[in-house]
């Protein structure tokens, strides 16, 4: 049985060397349908890693505090009932209340002119706590970061990011100097570790700290913060005097308690006025799963399209290669084929044609994600289950669409066969 198996595929091959550019049109379907799972499951794949990376970088446990420009009715209305909008004293609030934060840190960004010498780069000025690198898993390259003394005697200190420090400073030593923050002068103190590598595919809003420099948050409301609803100046159009506030809860299955407790606060603090937003990266993972879900579900319809365009392609193909081989059948009837062996060997040449189509899909759907990494940046992850499924699909769709030219061959009157021309 073996034996016959191998001469009947042999023999297949034969036919489709034959006639080479039909065979290769007859796989084009299958080739491109299968190309486009491979390719469709391995950017959902990359997407799923990258946004799994993303928030372990952004912290499993982290909650953050965002805060929501008003318009000018909802601003009048929150000048009335006296909410200041997002604030430091909302964090320490915050921290002296729930028992299960473990670290809170207040952000207070700023667009502020940086100058040293010749150099006049594009940072970002955050004033923050002590607390800031716990929270977000940064650490220091060199020097230290801000001391609760800071805070205290309002010092200008600064710490820079690991690409401002070497656009400013190339090879010299930044800690010690002195660089300018809008016409006021900060030392360096610390210079934090290079994080250029980490790349975000999610859609969790996040700065490229290499670009930041940071300052005592006392110091930064202090100089630079203007808290006058009624003046519209750069750096605030609102009332509030913090951005954003990141918080690590001690239990990542707090995560959602720790929302619900925060909204409670925080709408009674601001006086029930909308303007903070609280964003827990898990569910964000959850809406981009679900986004990725709809996106593989319709490129799943795209490569089943394309497969059903095959399948046609093969039994068409098949069911001319009957007619053209009817004498052939009367032949193989003959000399003592019977109708099972006659319909295994037309099943055979439609499993080839799948089998060679998805080979040569496997390739071109790799190329794809390699050509989207190349140009679109987005990782892609090939997995053996992507290629393993592909290419049972593709043999599937040989077996299925060229069952019915096979069974019409097997079912030929051996005489009538003999006869055809």
Known sequence: MF?????????????????????FLTMLGVIFGVGAVIAMLAIGKGAEFEAIEQI??????NIRIVSVELNKDEQLKANRTLSKGLSYEDALYIKKILPYVEGIAPQNLLDKQVYYKQFKPKANIVGTTPEYLFVTSLSLENGRFIEKEDLIEYRKVCILGYGLAREMF??????????????????VVGILKDKSKTKEKVKIKS??????????ITTSIKKFTITDASEKVKNRV??????????????SDKLIEAKNALTKILDKRHENMKDYEIIVPTELLEQSQKTQKLFNLVMACIAGLSLLVGGIGIMNIMLANVTER?????IRRAIGASAKDIMVFFLLEALLISILGGIVG????VGIGQIITFYAGWKIVVTIQSVI?????????????????????????PIQALRYE
Do not use: C, W
Not at 170 to 187: A, C, H
């Open 3 to 23: 034996e016959f198996f191998i001469e009947n595929f042999i023999y297949a091959f034969k036919s489709l060397l034959q006639h080479k550019v039909r065979s």
């Open 170 to 187: 190339l090879k010299e030593d930044p800690i010690g100097k002195l660089i300018t923050i809008e016409g006021v002068r900060f030392r």
């Open 389 to 413: 499924l592909s290419f049972g699909v593709a043999s599937g769709v040989g077996v299925f669409f060229g069952f019915y030219p096979a069974y019409t061959a097997s079912k030929m009157d």
């Open 56 to 61: 372990k970088a952004f912290g499993v446990n």
């Open 326 to 330: 009817t004498k052939e059948i009367g």
């Open 362 to 365: 496997i390739f071109v759907g």
């Open 238 to 251: 609102n009332y509030g005097v913090v951005d954003e506030v990141a918080i690590r809860i001690s239990d």
């Open 207 to 216: 700065r490229n700290v290499d670009s930041d420099i940071y300052i005592p």
